[in-house]
């Protein structure tokens, strides 16, 4: 069974965060490719235009009781998988997380029945990583990866990594993350990056979803060091619990006024576009999109050495890579590389060239297209 259009149930958290970036963006490529594409959550996915054609979603409403002390949003979600499903005559689900959305699928397809839709299940790495090893979910994680009817891992590293955790026996295929290189190229602005920073000052950036995995305040430690030694500006992109500890160590080590904070944006091109370095010193990375996005716009990334990291920057990036605390070993490399221009420009081209290589929506779309057909062809 290969190349009908099909349709697919897409659910994912709709934040920020990687998994719902990637998720929005697939689900994107796949429309342009004739096949409908159902979004399914409680809020329109982060990066989601509204008019694409093809593309629809469908909100879960969670009602409140007060029985409830906490919203029972999978089976809130649950329901709705099934609604859908039923209503649209759905193919397939691609599930983005392992809990709860792996887990609401597997219910929704008990209450459709053998003629209930194919369920694949992409891990992203958080669902794996911190929260499904907990006791709690454990057992959960395990079986809904059991039940799936295919299981991907955006990195080698997230693959090898469930396999060891979980007592599952089959078979997970690893498929990275990606870009549209169309979309993600380098485009200077010198208006726009005037207002960024003075014509003298290098851009530094970071881009995360603010939460401890992402060690955001080690990149106010690298800036600061980065900052004394030559005139500097660091661009902060994003939002999350860990931002105002990010606000009190800037202050602390006196370069408050050479940072700007953005907020959250759903096109970071712009900014990348004028960055001469992005930092990522995460404790945690199953992938890295936000590297993989400033590599597609020409920007060279220090970054630490964990999970999907290595995988993803290659080997013209291995003496860029660091432990997550080494705060003096980034910021002298950081320092090495945006005053020695040809080693500037080394790195740019070479994250240009693989990210639009490797990491490609062309190349990796196939790979996805090619499990949905092998899931349906099995059923």
């Not at 089959?170 to 290189?181: A, E, K, M, V």
């Not at 700007?260 to 999109?289: K, M, N, T, W, Y």
């Amino acid at each position: 069974m290969t190349g009908r259009p099909l349709k697919i149930g897409i659910t994912c958290y709709p934040t920020t965060g990687g998994s719902g970036v990637v998720a929005t963006e697939l689900g994107r490529q796949l429309a342009r490719r004739g096949h409908h594409v159902h979004f399914i959550s409680y809020d329109v996915p982060f990066r989601l235009d509204y008019g694409l054609p093809n593309v629809f979603f469908h909100p879960v409403e969670v009602p409140q009781y007060p029985v409830f002390p906490q919203p029972p949003y999978t089976l809130a979600l649950a329901t709705r998988l099934f609604q859908v499903a039923a209503e649209q005559q759905l193919d397939l689900w691609h599930v983005h997380y392992a809990i709860p959305h792996a887990a609401s699928a597997y219910l929704a397809r008990a209450m459709l029945g053998r003629n209930g839709p194919r369920l694949v299940t992409t891990l992203h790495g958080t669902d794996i990583t911190l929260v499904g090893n907990h006791p709690s979910f454990a057992p959960v994680v395990a079986f809904t990866l059991q039940q799936s009817d295919a299981v991907t891992a955006v990195s080698e590293a997230l693959r090898r990594e469930t396999l060891s955790s979980f007592d599952v026996e089959r078979d997970i295929i690893t498929i990275p993350n990606f870009i549209d290189p169309e979309v993600f190229r380098r485009r200077p602005d010198p208006a726009f990056r005037s207002l960024l920073a003075r014509e003298e000052e290098r851009i530094v950036c970071h881009i995360s979803n603010f939460r401890p995995a992402k060690n955001p305040v080690a990149v106010v430690e690298i800036f600061a060091r980065i900052a004394a030694a030559l005139p500097a500006r660091l661009i902060l992109l994003g939002s999350g619990p860990e931002l105002d500890r990010v606000r009190h160590r800037a202050r602390e080590l006196g370069v408050h006024d050479r940072i700007r904070f953005l907020g959250e944006h759903s096109h970071v091109v712009p900014v990348l576009s004028q960055a001469d370095l992005f930092l990522l010193p995460s404790r945690h990375e199953a992938f890295g999109l936000a590297a993989l996005e400033a590599m597609a716009c020409g920007v060279p990334v220090l970054a630490a050495r964990v999970g999907g990291l290595p995988e993803l920057l290659g080997p013209d990036y291995d003496r860029y890579l660091f432990h997550p605390d080494d705060v003096e070993g980034m910021a002298a490399a950081a320092l090495r590389v945006l005053r020695d221009p040809a080693e500037h420009r080394r790195l740019a081209a070479a994250g240009t060239a693989r990210s639009h290589d490797r990491f490609s929506a062309g190349t990796v779309v196939d790979l996805y297209q090619q499990v949905y057909y092998q899931v349906l062809s099995e059923g």
